[in-house]
């Protein structure tokens, strides 16, 4: 069977869980939380929070979701 070509490679993992477990110098994430988001982040950013209040509307349901999501997806 033959590798899909839009799935990542081991070594795409590899490279990424590298990068992503790697110590963050001070200045370097100062820098990062700093930056402020491009109009097409805040606006996507905007939109998955308005499509998540419209789904789960009341706190008592964001609540649920929370829990089922905490039991569901393993530490």
Request: charged letters at 35%; glycine letters at 0%; aromatic letters at 10%.
């Amino acid at each position: 069977m033959s590798e899909r070509q839009d799935w990542p490679t081991a070594e795409d993992i590899a490279r990424v869980r590298e990068a992503a477990e790697r110590p963050l110098p001070l200045e370097e994430f100062l820098a990062w939380i700093n930056t402020p988001m491009s109009e097409e982040e805040e606006a996507e950013a905007l939109s998955l929070i308005n499509w998540f209040m419209r789904r789960y509307p009341t706190p008592a349901e964001r609540l649920a979701y929370a829990r089922r999501m905490t039991r569901h997806w393993p530490r």
